[in-house]
């Protein structure tokens, strides 16, 4: 046999795609939702389904906003198209409010926003991007799948843990564009596959006077369109978890797919496509 490098591309043969993941249901999310449409870019939002109607301001830079929660009528209408998830029913800090506050917290708040969208909540973010070991666990147990933190890699790799995964980059950080260059142009030697995740607060963009940021951001990687994924978190989580779970024969000439998705998979340069339950018999 001859060295073999088998690479996961994502749907359509592409190498990279793109997610973002904005947090706490502010009324700003209308407009990122709208701006997002208006690209055909998709979003995870994280919602503390507790707080749903709240009335909260907020005086930034000398002005007061309106950081009011969306009420929980609109939660299936406006996030249509992206994903809901979970961030704590009230966005404790579910590491320091004991486990039976917290496993609450978490389990009333997936309940709620399964309510409301009509379907399996399985992400989520940590509020305050706090949690530990127990956290980790009480959410596996409540059936989430994956939840992201607030540090940032600068880099554009899939998540080992899916439990802990971190975002390329907050809006906010001075190299965002500098950033975007990087994922679009630089291709690297064996082509690998690449994940840009932007994650931030859309109320933020009010805060700052600087929606720009964000019209900028996407209006450069929706030019590179035809070489991205644009995909909620649970939708790249499921590919990755997908793929990871593909079954090999000794000799590698069989790929068995028993996941309910289609998956990609790039093998000395050349592209397969494996159907959901489906077997790839490769002639080497
Ligand atoms: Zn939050």
Same mark, same amino acid.
């Given at each position: 046999?001859?060295?073999?490098?088998?690479?996961?591309?994502? %749907?359509? +043969?592409?190498?990279?795609?793109?997610?973002?993941?904005?947090?706490?249901?502010?009324?700003?999310?209308?407009?990122?939702?709208?701006?997002?449409?208006?690209?055909?870019?998709?979003? /995870?939002?994280?919602? +503390?389904?507790?707080?749903? $109607?709240?009335?909260?301001?907020?005086?930034?830079?000398?002005?007061?906003?309106?950081?009011?929660?969306?009420? %929980?009528?609109?939660? *299936?209408?406006?996030?249509?198209?992206?994903?809901?998830?979970?961030?704590?029913?009230?966005?404790?800090?579910?590491? +320091?409010? $004991?486990?039976?506050?917290?496993?609450?917290?978490?389990?009333?708040?997936?309940?709620?926003?399964?309510?409301? /969208?009509?379907?399996?909540?399985?992400?989520?973010?940590? %509020?305050? +991007?706090?949690?530990?070991?127990?956290?980790?666990?009480?959410?596996?147990?409540?059936?989430?799948?994956?939840?992201?933190?607030?540090? /940032?890699?600068?880099?554009?790799?899939? %998540?080992?843990?899916?439990?802990?995964?971190?975002?390329?980059?907050?809006?906010?950080?001075?190299?965002?564009?500098?950033?975007?260059?990087?994922?679009?142009?630089?291709?690297?030697?064996?082509?690998?596959?690449?994940?840009?995740?932007?994650?931030?607060?859309?109320?933020?963009?009010?805060?700052?006077?600087?929606? *720009?940021?964000?019209?900028?951001?996407?209006?450069?990687?929706?030019?590179?369109?035809?070489?991205?994924?644009?995909?909620?978190?649970?939708?790249?989580?499921?590919?990755?978890?997908?793929?990871?779970?593909?079954?090999?024969?000794?000799?590698?000439?069989?790929?068995?797919?028993?996941?309910?998705?289609?998956?990609?998979?790039?093998?000395?340069?050349?592209?397969?496509?494996?159907?959901?339950?489906?077997?790839?018999?490769?002639?080497?």
């Amino acid at each position: 046999m001859r060295p073999r490098i088998d690479v996961m591309v994502f %749907p359509e +043969g592409k190498r990279k795609a793109l997610t973002l993941s904005y947090d706490d249901g502010v009324i700003q999310d209308r407009k990122l939702v709208s701006i997002l449409n208006k690209y055909g870019v998709k979003g /995870t939002f994280n919602i +503390g389904s507790g707080l749903l $109607g709240d009335k909260n301001e907020a005086k930034v830079h000398g002005k007061t906003i309106d950081i009011s929660k969306i009420e %929980p009528e609109e939660v *299936n209408t406006l996030y249509k198209g992206h994903e809901v998830a979970g961030h704590g029913l009230y966005h404790s800090s579910l590491a +320091g409010i $004991g486990s039976p506050s917290a496993v609450y917290e978490i389990i009333e708040d997936k309940r709620k926003l399964e309510e409301l /969208t009509g379907y399996c909540v399985r992400g989520f973010a940590y %509020p305050f +991007g706090w949690y530990n070991g127990k956290v980790i666990e009480m959410l596996k147990q409540a059936g989430y799948e994956y939840a992201r933190v607030v540090e /940032t890699t600068g880099k554009f790799d899939i %998540p080992s843990d899916f439990m802990e995964w971190r975002a390329t980059a907050h809006h906010a950080d001075a190299r965002l564009m500098e950033l975007a260059e990087e994922f679009i142009n630089d291709e690297g030697f064996f082509k690998r596959t690449k994940l840009f995740y932007l994650w931030g607060h859309s109320y933020e963009f009010d805060f700052e006077d600087n929606w *720009n940021v964000i019209e900028g951001f996407l209006d450069y990687v929706t030019q590179h369109r035809d070489k991205i994924w644009f995909a909620t978190n649970i939708e790249i989580c499921d590919y990755i978890n997908a793929y990871r779970n593909l079954k090999y024969s000794v000799d590698g000439k069989m790929i068995l797919n028993q996941s309910a998705c289609t998956i990609w998979i790039d093998i000395y340069n050349q592209v397969y496509e494996i159907g959901a339950g489906e077997t790839l018999n490769l002639s080497l």
